[in-house]
């Protein structure tokens, strides 16, 4: 069963989206999750949700801050560490649901939320599971990769006229999410990516905005989640990796994968930053609720060494 829900973030703001029940006495587990950068919980991560559910756990998807169905301001300026705090506020909020153990939570990250859960679950030990799946890991090497050389320094004279003018109460300058020319100042100038979107918001969802702060730039180039991986044991750890991963690199996820300690895992897709979410969706699906199952359905986790990597 789907339902409408809204809670609170600890500075008031109002978070929306929906909470999953599945059938059968509770209580049961519960997975926390939210979608990427730039995107709305129509795309896609809905389907992993109701997979969730189905597989049965209690799960809440819900837009981030600042965009979709939730409140905030700016709108769409994606703050990871007011992403991270809200993710915590959801753990908080299932602990008042009767038919969800607060024994028994995990947490499901994707692309840019892949990167928060690696920071929560190193953080905030009512985790007992994570899933981090294409996860961004680095903020100075993803926006390194993807923005020519050339590029920082305008940026970065820019953002700090940016940041001049909201001191003084102007608001905040726009940037393109995403653009197919590396050229034209975008969050992401990566053709794979702009492609995605708009044919994701095409099919799925028409409200779909390709806008984001400049301040996001910032911000991201700023965030650094993969440090925290080596915090994250014992709570058991599942990275999924996708193969030719150009928006979150490949090699960046992987190398992060080898900092962290048991228990882990990892499966690699073959493609590249997409293929969890269409092509290679019921591989990714079937490895997540498979590690949420083993630590997760039959009571609280227990730390299990050795874990083997895993290749899809």
């Not at 949700?49 to 965009?67: I, N, P, S």
């Not at 506020?89 to 028994?104: C, E, G, K």
């Not at 300058?173 to 197919?180: A, K, S």
């Not at 990796?241 to 090699?251: F, G």
Request: glycine residues 8%; hydrophobic residues 45%.
């Amino acid at each position: 069963m789907r339902e409408d829900i809204e809670f609170k973030a600890e500075d008031g703001t109002t978070l929306r989206g929906w909470l999953y029940t599945p059938t059968g006495a509770g209580p049961h587990p519960f997975v926390v999750m939210t979608h990427g950068i730039g995107a709305v919980k129509e795309m896609y991560t809905d389907l992993f949700a109701e997979a969730f559910c189905a597989a049965g756990f209690v799960t809440l998807l819900y837009d981030v801050r600042g965009c979709g169905a939730s409140d905030g301001t700016p709108r769409f300026e994606y703050d990871p560490w007011k992403q991270v705090s809200d993710y915590r506020d959801a753990i908080t909020f299932a602990h008042t649901l009767a038919q969800v153990d607060p024994a028994r939570i995990g947490i499901f990250g994707t692309s840019f939320s892949g990167g928060h859960v690696l920071a929560i679950a190193a953080l905030d030990k009512r985790v007992k599971a994570v899933v981090s799946q294409v996860p961004f890991v680095s903020g100075y090497q993803t926006t390194t990769k993807l923005a020519p050389a050339d590029a920082i320094p305008p940026l970065m004279d820019a953002l700090d006229a940016d940041r001049l003018a909201r001191y003084g109460g102007e608001p905040p300058v726009m940037m393109e999410l995403v653009n197919p020319d590396p050229a034209v100042p975008s969050l992401i100038g990566d053709v794979y990516t702009a492609e995605w979107y708009e044919r994701i918001s095409d099919e799925h969802l028409q409200s779909w905005v390709n806008t984001c702060t400049l301040r996001t730039l910032q911000l991201v180039r700023e965030y650094e989640p993969g440090l925290f991986v080596r915090l994250i044991s014992p709570v058991p750890l599942l990275m999924i990796v996708a193969s030719h991963d150009t928006l979150t690199p490949t090699v960046d996820a992987l190398e992060v994968y080898e900092r962290a300690l048991e228990p882990k895992a990892l499966v690699v897709l073959p493609g590249d930053h997409y293929v969890a979410y269409e092509q290679l969706r019921e591989q990714a699906l079937a490895a997540a609720i498979g590690w949420f199952s083993q630590h997760l359905l039959d009571g609280p986790s227990v730390a299990r060494a050795g874990s083997p990597a895993i290749h899809a």
